[in-house]
């Protein structure tokens, strides 16, 4: 017994409508849930002069200490190394009418810490106010 004599074989066909449908629901929605980054900037004018370079420089009080504890005062070994001694070298140094003159302290890495608070104390007793570090870039 053949039923299925008379009829013949149709091949199954995939209906792309509904498919679609789910599509561009999805990307509806993603759309709408998506947040966009927005870049917030000010947009800043700078102002323009017109100035001349100062001529004045800043006078510079370069003192070193070694990792021996010797302190040298732009180039000059200061004798005894004692605070008031400190003082005076760099007072000696310091032209009168200086504005703002400035101390760098070089200091050897192996140099020890009470020397450097000693030459910092020093500059404060002789009236400078202005200290910096001098420092290298770390070599990798």
Same mark, same amino acid.
């Not at 005894?80 to 050897?108: L, R």
């Not at 020890?112 to 000693?118: C, E, L, N, P, T």
């Not at 104390?121 to 009236?127: C, E, K, L, P, V």
């Given at each position: 017994?053949?039923?299925?004599?008379?009829?013949?074989?149709?091949?199954?066909?995939?209906?792309?409508?509904?498919?679609?449908?789910?599509?561009?629901?999805?990307?509806?929605?993603?759309?709408?849930?998506?947040?966009?980054?927005?870049?917030?900037?000010?947009?800043?004018?700078?102002?323009? %002069? /017109? *100035?001349? =370079?100062?001529?004045?420089?800043?006078?510079? $009080?370069?003192? !070193?200490?070694?990792?021996? +504890?010797? &302190?040298?005062?732009?180039?000059?070994?200061?004798?005894?190394?004692?605070?008031?001694?400190?003082?005076?070298?760099?007072?000696?140094?310091?032209?009168?009418?200086?504005?703002?003159?400035?101390?760098?302290?070089? %200091? /050897? *890495?192996? =140099?020890?810490?009470?020397?450097?608070?000693? $030459?910092?104390? !020093?500059?404060?007793?002789? +009236?400078? &106010?202005?200290?910096?570090?001098?420092?290298?870039?770390?070599?990798?």
């Amino acid at each position: 017994m053949n039923f299925g004599r008379g009829r013949s074989r149709e091949e199954p066909e995939i209906n792309l409508i509904p498919m679609i449908d789910v599509l561009l629901v999805i990307i509806i929605f993603l759309m709408l849930t998506t947040t966009y980054s927005r870049f917030a900037g000010l947009e800043i004018n700078l102002p323009t %002069a /017109d *100035a001349q =370079a100062s001529n004045e420089k800043t006078v510079e $009080v370069n003192v !070193a200490v070694t990792a021996t +504890g010797e &302190v040298v005062v732009n180039k000059r070994a200061v004798s005894g190394g004692s605070i008031p001694a400190i003082v005076a070298a760099m007072q000696a140094v310091v032209p009168a009418g200086a504005k703002e003159p400035v101390v760098i302290i070089n %200091a /050897d *890495a192996k =140099a020890a810490h009470q020397r450097v608070i000693d $030459v910092m104390q !020093a500059a404060q007793q002789a +009236g400078l &106010v202005h200290i910096s570090f001098a420092t290298q870039a770390a070599s990798r």
